[in-house]
């Protein structure tokens, strides 16, 4: 599996953008670059799912540059409530991922301020 | 649907008592994973079943850890006998393959293990 490497903490205000980036220098061909977020007492959700270029969802977008070896999620106009642990996870999402592990690292750590 | 479903939510038991935590995972879902929450060790996977057999136990820290699912929509964690280090906040998720692809994991609300 792609190690990843993400910045342990990042702090913002209501209402910035707020951009983490996610390093996995050697993603694989078949891999995929996942984000989920985790809420204090809480199991992970799912964020957000790209492979090359751009994603956006409701919540998030995803920027994966040509090379793949990074990818930045970028979460609009930030509130109070999306403090939280924000994790990368790369891995191949075929059906040999079954056997995928799903390993999550340390993740960031967000906290938006008043 | 519910989402996956854990039992119970919360657990204080006395060291050297068995505990059996549980998690009935999405209907549907064919991949199910058992987490290991601490501030010290972050989120730790200690196994993961594809279609109820187990495929990777290798992050079960010891013999006292033992994992079961004996058909689609159930599955059990036990530690036997716990210890004080066991004290955290365990998650299960459980993940679709549809197709050639596999969805997003969804989890479970967690049990928080306190053993004193």
């Known amino acids: 599996l792609a190690k990843t490497t993400q910045p342990i903490s990042m702090d913002s205000y209501e209402g910035q953008e707020v951009n983490i980036t996610c390093s996995h220098n050697?993603?694989?061909?078949?891999?995929?670059i996942t984000w989920y977020q985790q809420f204090p007492s809480q199991g992970p959700r799912f964020i957000i799912q790209?492979?090359?270029t751009k994603v956006t969802n409701e919540v998030a977008s995803l920027f994966i540059p040509a090379d793949r070896k990074s990818s930045t999620l970028s979460l609009p106009r930030v509130s109070l409530s999306d403090t939280a642990v924000y994790y990368c996870?790369?891995?191949?999402?075929?059906?040999?991922?079954?056997?995928?592990?799903?390993?999550f690292g340390g993740g960031t750590r967000v906290l938006v301020k008043p | 649907d519910a989402g996956v479903i854990q039992s119970p939510r919360h657990e204080v038991t006395e060291m050297g008592q068995e505990v059996t935590l549980r998690c009935k995972p999405i209907?549907?879902?064919?991949?199910l994973f058992w987490y290991r929450q601490t501030m010290m060790r972050g989120l730790e996977l200690l196994i993961y079943?594809?279609?109820?057999?187990?495929?990777?136990d290798s992050g079960m820290p010891e013999d006292r850890f033992s994992a079961k699912m004996p058909n689609a929509s159930f599955s059990t964690l036990k530690i036997q006998p716990s210890e004080p280090r066991d004290s955290a906040v365990y998650f299960c998720a459980s993940i679709r393959t549809a197709g050639r692809l596999n969805t997003e994991a969804f989890f479970g609300q967690g049990t928080r293990l306190t053993v004193v």
């Open positions: 996870l790369v891995g191949d999402r075929g059906i040999k991922a079954a056997g995928n592990k799903l390993t």
């Open positions: 050697n993603i694989a061909t078949n891999d995929y």
């Open positions: 079943f594809n279609n109820n057999v187990p495929i990777d």
């Open positions: 209907s549907g879902h064919n991949s």
């Open positions: 790209g492979y090359k």
